[in-house]
């Protein structure tokens, strides 16, 4: 339930694997909080991957960010990558996506077992003419 709280509509397309496979955080920039959460596209059910065209593989996992302001949710533009450890860098193309009524920002990359990357997002929300960074790491465990 904490997560459909943190990241609002979006917790649908993520909401359908174990909380343990996926990361979750927010940053908040004084009245704009980011939510954003990561999950192996592997663990997505297929109807559900195929209604957001989404690619179900061992290899690809997906973010979903979304920003709301003083609460409310809040259109967004985000670019960035992900590193490895070894410093190679994986692009993520970010798109738009509605869920109930709520715009996100969605994105896929490539990904191996046991994986770690450091994500470097830039998060532009529409309101506002400043963009904000977001910086985290994960532990991808692929199935």
Excluded at 14 to 22: N, Y
Excluded at 30 to 51: K, V
Excluded at 111 to 124: A, C, G, M, N, R
Aim: aromatic share 8%.
């Amino acid at each position: 339930m904490r997560l459909r709280h943190i990241l609002g509509s979006a917790a649908a397309l993520l909401a359908l694997a174990p909380l343990a496979a996926q990361a979750t955080g927010t940053a908040s920039y004084g009245e704009y909080s980011i939510h954003y959460a990561t999950r192996p596209t592997a663990e997505l059910q297929p109807e559900l991957a195929q209604n957001y065209g989404i690619t179900r593989s061992r290899t690809l996992a997906m973010i979903i960010v979304s920003v709301r302001r003083d609460g409310e949710p809040v259109a967004a533009r985000v670019h960035g990558a992900a590193f490895t450890d070894a410093g190679e860098q994986r692009d993520i193309r970010f798109r738009r996506v509605e869920v109930a009524g709520t715009v996100n920002q969605m994105g896929t990359f490539s990904v191996d077992h046991l994986e770690s990357l450091h994500f470097q997002l830039e998060v532009i929300p529409e309101t506002g003419q400043r963009g904000y960074p977001v910086r985290f790491r994960e532990t991808f465990f692929m199935r």
